[in-house]
């Protein structure tokens, strides 16, 4: 499986979400490398920076180092370092915010 399989076997609003955020990661981090790691796209740089999981009901954009980001209180989780943002609407996707987390994300890779 590509990661292109993993967002065209996605039903939509899933697929919306996951293409617009797949989309977001690229503009924050043009240089981001993408592939499939557990399962999933992954993005990385350096080391892994963030990943976008579908589930039943929504999509999450899961930040590796979310913890350590400055405004990680926009983001969810309780694990020492993974954060999460939760989407479930292509248009509940905060874009400012979502490419704010990313950017700093980026940050925290170099």
């Known amino acids: 499986m590509s990661v ?20 977001l990661v690229f503009a924050a981090i ?7 790691k557990w399962s999933v796209p992954t993005y990385s740089v350096n080391k892994n920076i963030c990943s976008i999981i579908a589930h039943k009901k929504q999509v999450n954009l899961q930040i590796f180092r979310g913890a350590q980001i400055k405004s990680s ?7 020492k370092d993974m954060r ?7 248009n ?8 704010q987390c990313l ?3 980026m940050e925290l890779d170099s």
């Open 84 to 90: 999460h943002l939760k989407i479930f609407s292509a």
């Open 92 to 99: 509940d996707i905060e874009k400012g915010r979502v490419e």
């Open 30 to 36: 043009p240089d981001a490398k993408e592939a499939l």
């Open 4 to 23: 292109d399989d993993y967002f065209d076997d996605l039903d939509p609003p899933l697929q919306d979400i996951a293409i617009e955020l797949r989309r």
């Open 103 to 105: 950017k700093q994300a």
């Open 73 to 79: 209180n926009l983001l969810e989780g309780t694990g």
